[in-house]
């Protein structure tokens, strides 16, 4: 079994097609949205899916749609397993709105205080930013995804307890091989990102996390079936809660 644990399946031309494929190929997905109205819309569809889990996401670069949007993502979050993606991006397309975006953040975070959810984390030029948004509102066990900020502040992201999800993209730049270098393998985690992340110009799909899993294997000199045991039990840890095989 594969986990993939962050993909944006409702991106897709046809997400009913990616969703059989993950079911056939038992790979388990974190679904994660850019709406709380995409995750509302996306939970009749995979009520009886066991691997394909939708997430609540309210995306950093959306912070400035309707207050409406806001309320849906206020009424699941006490019973959603799964968020994202949520955080900050302070890179050039995120600055002019930083302060809507840290408002949303620190509103979203305080109301997962209580609950124990799998949260995957956008966090694009504000690394610093929202380990210190977690700092505040006491989130332990959090996953970044794609990171791409300084060495030393993900050192103290690792200090924390939190988790790191790696995708092929990271795997073909020096930057990112040097991420998996630093990351312990006890805080790693795999994700595809499609279809925003590509492959030779192809969207990467969940079915692909097996390449990051490959090359975990390969740097760290270990068995796949080492690496998928360790990569499960990890996203149980970051999950606060016992996956279902
Ligand atoms: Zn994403």
Redesign the pocket.
């Known amino acids: 079994m594969l986990i993939d644990t962050?993909c944006?399946i409702d991106q897709f031309p046809n997400p009913e097609a990616i969703v059989v494929e993950c079911e056939a190929a038992d790979v388990k997905v974190v679904a994660?949205t850019n709406h709380p109205e995409h995750y509302e819309m996306a939970l009749p569809h995979l009520a009886n899916s066991e691997r394909v889990f939708p997430a609540l996401g309210f995306h950093p670069l959306n912070a400035t749609t309707n207050p409406t949007e806001l309320r849906i993502f206020e009424r699941f979050a006490k019973e959603a397993k799964y968020i994202g993606?949520i955080g900050l991006d302070f890179s050039k397309a995120g600055l002019p709105t930083r302060r809507q975006q840290e408002e949303l953040f620190n509103h979203l975070l305080g109301l997962l205080q209580k609950t124990s959810s799998f949260i995957t984390l956008?966090s694009r030029g504000a690394e610093k930013e929202v380990l210190e948004a977690l700092q505040i509102h006491k989130i332990s066990r959090a996953c970044f995804?794609?990171y791409s900020g300084a060495i030393d502040t993900l050192e103290e992201i690792l200090s924390e307890g939190h988790f790191v999800s790696i995708n092929t993209s990271m795997l073909m730049t020096q930057k990112g091989q040097k991420i998996l270098d630093v990351v312990p393998l006890g805080q790693l985690l795999a994700e595809s990102?499609g279809p925003?992340a590509k492959l030779n110009r192809k969207p990467c799909k969940p079915t692909g996390v097996i390449e990051v899993y490959q090359a975990i294997s390969r740097k760290l000199r270990l068995e796949l079936d080492e690496v998928k045991y360790i990569l499960k039990r990890n996203f149980e840890r970051a999950s606060k809660h016992k996956m279902m095989d």
Do not use: L
């Open positions: 962050h944006h994660v993606e956008h995804h794609w990102d925003y």
